[in-house]
């Protein structure tokens, strides 16, 4: 994966060091997987609407099954604590238990950047044997998941409409990164009106568009 900065960082800037520079978390992060946003670009809103869709709609379920495990489920009790339990309905307590979700219900944004993306960089403890490859490349399968209900469950039902100038500074960011990543310029395959129709008749377009994700990072 093209990384900016080295893995040693990770272990040895804290969140507040950054701070202090003048670096959020979230431009640390966006630059540590090679993405460069300017937040004073405002998002067009068709492509703000749909990013929050895709948010709203990744479930977690590659996260939780990393390292050949797999029908782990999730659940998540209403104080935030996110438990999972493997297909004999053990609970899970390796790397791919579930921790406490710190954003509040129906904040995908916010869930992003306080929850998903710190684990993306340090996993679930400081014993956590995966990496930050294997934990970005898991995420990316339930975000490709989520492009799919977009294109295909959806039924042509309205997507809840964003404005960029009611987010704030810390949202504006997370929706900078995922337009970098979903509305990418350098794709051949671009996230249009036109392409989603052909997508709906031949779902091989849906992957190879995905693929180009994955080859930004991989």
Known sequence: MRKIFSLLLILFISVFSLTAQGVSRMTYFAHLFGIDFDTTQEI?????????FILDNTE??????????????VFVHPDGTVVVVDKHLHPVTNYNRGTIRIARK??????????TQP?????????????????????????QNAIFVFLFHRRNDPIKQISYSD???????????????????????????ENIAKMHKS???WSKYCRQIFNLFF
């Open 119 to 143: 684990w993306i960089n340090f996993g679930v403890d400081s014993s956590d044997p995966t990496t930050i490859d294997e934990r970005f490349e898991a995420y990316l399968k339930d975000v």
């Open 203 to 205: 779902p091989n377009l």
């Open 44 to 52: 067009p809103q068709r492509e703000l609407s749909i990013i929050y």
């Open 106 to 115: 129906n904040d995908p944004l916010g869930h992003f950047i306080l929850d």
């Open 60 to 73: 977690e379920y590659h996260i939780h099954c990393m390292r050949g495990e797999d029908q782990n489920q």
């Open 167 to 193: 987010l704030d500074q810390v949202d504006k960011e997370v929706c900078h990164f995922f337009y970098q990543m979903l509305f990418n310029k350098s794709f051949k395959i671009q996230l249009t009106d």
